[in-house]
């Protein structure tokens, strides 16, 4: 592993972005793990200057592998719909090339990334209370794969 420290929020967002794109500028199908929250925001803007109207990042297919679902609602879930705004809606990221993580595909997850070609590159926020992604603090072990963590609201 390989770590960089940057002077701050900004720097690390540009840096961030630099090396997403590295990953996925290149002539094949990539498949991208990516998630919401307060980490990655500025990166993603960075990232749709980048690649928004170019036909060449097509081949990006984009995984959300961490949802918090809304209570006794059908629609898209917390994450997926945080990752529209900040960066899959303003970066014209084609429908087809989304691949969203739900309670009814959840079971299947993890072989539908298998036979995609598994994960090229994954992006992690880190949380205030130490988790990063759906990895909470006392709920999963760090092997882990698609798990359904139970949530306990106030």
């Known amino acids: 592993m390989k770590m960089i420290v940057t002077e701050d929020y900004e720097e690390m967002s540009l840096v961030a972005s630099h090396h997403v794109l590295g990953y996925i500028t290149v002539p094949r199908r990539v498949n991208l793990a990516v998630t919401a929250g307060s980490t990655p925001k500025r990166m993603y803007e960075h990232l749709t200057a980048a690649v928004t109207g170019k036909a060449f990042y097509d081949r990006v297919h984009y995984y959300n592998f961490d949802e ?71 709920t999963t072990r760090f092997h882990d794969q698609t798990v359904e963590v139970p949530i306990h609201g106030k």
Do not use: W, Y
Request: proline share 4%; glycine share 12%; with cysteine.
């Open 68 to 138: 918090i679902p809304f209570r006794g609602q059908s629609r898209e879930g917390v994450t997926i719909s945080n990752l529209r705004q900040l960066f899959f809606t303003p970066a014209q990221i084609k429908e087809e090339n989304i691949h969203k993580l739900t309670l009814d595909n959840a079971a299947q997850h993890d072989r539908q990334l298998e036979e995609a070609g598994g994960l090229d590159l994954m992006v992690l926020g880190l949380g205030a209370d130490g988790h990063f992604c759906g990895n909470l603090p006392n």
